[in-house]
């Protein structure tokens, strides 16, 4: 019998989507083969992009090796952003806990104004997570979108409960989002929809949920893998948006993780290559040893 | 994909009509289906001609071949999976991880990593997670130092082997020091495999086939299998994660799409020549345990490595047509005392260890009861009948908390809080109590509920 291997080609392919702007801008998705497939017919422009979290103020509970890379800039969130881009990271994932009704309850303005400080002085890609109080997010995102106008942000977590006002800030203000849904791709596809009227498909990053290894990664696994197989090769518009895989918080707050060094990196490591052969495009870490680790593993050849 | 049992009618008997009922079927046609499914095997219809039966033996074998290493309670079963995907059914057997411990490795060395794969252990739902097995590897040209870790690795481990060793005459001494266990002989190549076969005939054992490509891998089988050896896993020769991830999804798609039957068997992976050194290692290992490897090989690994890998290879083995769930009872969190708080929640295992994270993370020590819903969640498992007030009451009652503290306020998830009302009733002399609506609100509501508890 003579083998000829099954070189398997595409008719689907997913939006390119840019974040950020100058030359350190960054383009994720844009692919019409399945992760990894360089064996495929099609084309994989942009590998996966990474980004290291930085908080608005000093982070709590956390374990001393991870706090250990940070010691002297967590309490500055420009210098610590500048600090993950030695650490190399592609893009920065700025996290406003302290907007959190249920913390400090930041107001929307400050945070704002905190975030234009770091995009000016960094100039790399920037992500802005809100502490992911619908409506606080609301209030906060869309204000952070207005101060940031034109830094072409990637603006997140949007849910159903709130995606017509930050959508319509990030829309008027030149900025992409992070649409998210709780771990079902029927979910995912009616907040696209819904988004495709009031927001251009092609500024939309989705976030299926993360969960970490062993508190339940098996499901976003697989939702992450049919996600882009149905818009890569079932070509289904609602689901061809490049993925973020928002791994660090999770990862990091599991008892594993806080229990020894090595551990914790490979929980976040493992998390995150499992998640990456899924089909994410953007992952985003918190320990920069991670990111060294993870890249070079999946560095081609 | 295998046959289909309307394939599989037209060989039966008169073409599938004869119908005599002898296989205990009412039809040859159920017959033919049970057997397409798995639900029944050929030798159960009398009046096969060898030669249909060998065919149709053939045709309904598994994609990827069901092999196994080892012997006895160690024994370690690779490959019969089905699918590529697993949300397309499932994987059946999980990656067995592998130590490799080389005959120039220091007693004290080749000792430790004997240890690790005998005594690094977890328990995780209720399942223990550990390594599968023991690589030994000939470099020292030393014939007598290698049978000598053969023999020292049999005499403290009843783990599988695989042996591995370019030299053939070795390969077989080593073999026939640990014969009965069967163990994976490898790399059997273009070169030795004239040497190996007629020595596999005589005694069978499992075989690793190696070749620089999936291509070359193919006569190679072919010809094993024509010689009725067919226990045997692959290694295309891999030199790289990029090429590895290549090489098993061909070789998977070749075996489950194509139907292609030299390339069905089970394959291994090498984390330990491919991504040189600790934790990027374990990286690799995990990338082949979700890239359909049957057997991933690691240089080293120490209990802080090994967990995360194990708990991967427990994620992705997971059926997803199943939920996991944990077993029911009351889980002590921390060392709780008479006066601490008791919990309920339902006994799906991510619930269970999400809950249980947080109420760990709250640092207060706790009971948590985990009631049976047959692994749902907590408001799946109220739709279904399976956490309300009449289901739970008589768990509280005998679990044995009642003996165990002096708390009579229960807290219920706040999904849930609509049960309230008819569990207090069921269960009179406890207060119930609605908790946070998430899990994650926990380290804030517990710490204030447990010192009003004390007062």
Redesign the interface.
Known sequence: ???K??V?SYTGKVREVAIGKGPKALKIGGENALP????DEGSIPNPPKFALQVFDSPPE?WAKWVLEPFQDVISDPVKWAKKCLDYGADAICLVLESTDP?GKNAPAEGAAQLVKKVADAVGAPLIVCGSKDDKKDAQVLSKVAEVCKGENLLLGPVVKENYEVIAKAAAENGHAIIAQSPLDINLMKELNIKLSKVFPADRVVIDPLSSA???????T??IM??TK?TGVIFKDAQTQMPIIADVAGECW????AKE?K??G???E???A??LL??GANLVVLRHPETLK??R???K?? | MPIKGTDVVKRLPEAGKKNCKECGFPTCFAFAMKLASGGATLDKCPYLTAEVKAELEDALAPAIKLVTIGAGSNAVQIGNEEVI???EKTYFHPTAIAILISDKDSDAVAEAKIKKVRDIQFE?VGLKLKADLIALQHESGDKAKYLALVKKVCASTDAGLVLICTDVETLFAARDVCGDRKPLLYPITKENIDAVIPRVKQSPTPLGVKASS??EL?PLT?KLKAEKIDDLVLDPGSK???EG??DQ??IR??AV??N????GYPTISFPCFV?KGG??E???A??FV??FAAITVLSDF?Q??L???L??R???F?D?RMPLSVEEKVYDIGTPTEDSPVLITSNWA?TY??VS?EI??SKVASYLLVKDTEGLGVLTGWAAGKFTGDSIAPFVRKCGIEGRTKTRKLIIPGLTARIRGELGEALPGWEIVVGPREAS?IP?FLPGFAANLKK
């Open positions: 019998m003579e083998y291997a099954a398997e990894f497939h360089f064996f509970g249920a290894l062993g508190y339940g990664m098996e499901y696994f697989t893998e049919r197989q707050k599991t008892k594993e020894n090595e551990q990196i490979l929980w490591g493992m998390t290559i499992s052969l899924a680790l993870v070079e593993t999946i081609q050849g | 995907y697993r949300h995780r999936i291509a193919v072919t790289n994660l990029t991830i290549r999804t061909f798609r070749a799409k194509q292609f039957r030299p390339l991504a934790l990027k374990a990286l690799a995990s990338a979700v890239k120490d802080h490595s967990l995360p890998l708990v991967q427990l994620n992705i997971t997803p991510l260890f999400i994270s760990e993370g609100e804030a």
